[in-house]
């Protein structure tokens, strides 16, 4: 099998340096320095034991270079690029190749269908935990299932799908399929729903979440929520079941830094707009107030454009006084 990995972030690299060894895979990314340092020297790869190895990959940033025809193509992209990645696929995907993106958020598989066509999208969801450490260098963080769904309508996905969870599973990568593609990404968005913003808001590892009441009263609001809003839509999943689900993820990936807050401190955009954002305008749509999603997805914003004024520290000389066109009166 003929696999192409857009992104090579975390995840993008994880799944390219395990499934190398097995079939034929190539990392597209749009950083320069990425691919070249994967194309140079490989991914390295810190396993949960600590040990490192390192797997040739090669990696590209130019479409043209592709000289050949994927028959998968993993999207592992953050979602504000699905589109350009979509496009990517189009151009390089096999007439028969499928497209299965495994990223987080809501209406990823609906932007990469109008692209590549929708009986050509699948999606999946990943438990699997990784950090970029450098360029080209990633450590496994924790194992988590994999599960593949073909897209509504598309049932005849499945025998790609099962030969693609073969292949995982035999790199090491525990993977099962489900028909039920809404209530896979629904359970997915609702742990990134109670965990992401918060966590980037409050500059905390995963596992404060669960530490306070305070917070645990915020994340238990956004997910109820968004538990609202997919009821409204016909999705059916278990309040109680959700609601533990986000707990226990806090408290298996308690150190780690949600991929939310990692973009916050690199100073980039997040996915607000396809997690909290999306329950906000899927709520819009299905007359269900979510005024807590609202709320977060607001603040993230004010955090994205306000990053360049962030102050990290009391200066020494104490807080400097107002000046004039800063300073508020209040006139009667
Ligand atoms: O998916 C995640 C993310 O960080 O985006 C969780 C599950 C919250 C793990 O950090």
Redesign the pocket.
Known sequence: MEILIIGAGAMGGLFAALLAPLTRVCLFTTNGLHADTITAHGILLTDLEGKTSTTPVRALTRPEHYRTQADLVLICTKAGATDAAARTAQTLLAADGLVLTLQ?GLGNLERIGAVVGPARAAAGTT?Q?ATLLAPGHVRHAGRGPTVLAPAQGFPDQLSRLEGIAELFNRAGLATSITGDIDALLWSKLI??VG??ALTALLRVP?GSLIQSTECLGLMRDAVEEALDVARALGIALDRGVQQERVRQ?CDQ?RH?H???LQDILRGRTTEIDAINGAVVAKGRETGTPTPVNLLLTRLIKALEATAAQRIATLSPAGTPPLSKETSCSTKS
């Open positions: 987080n438990a935990a742990v990134n965990i992401n995963n993820v990936t780690n949600a991929s939310m």
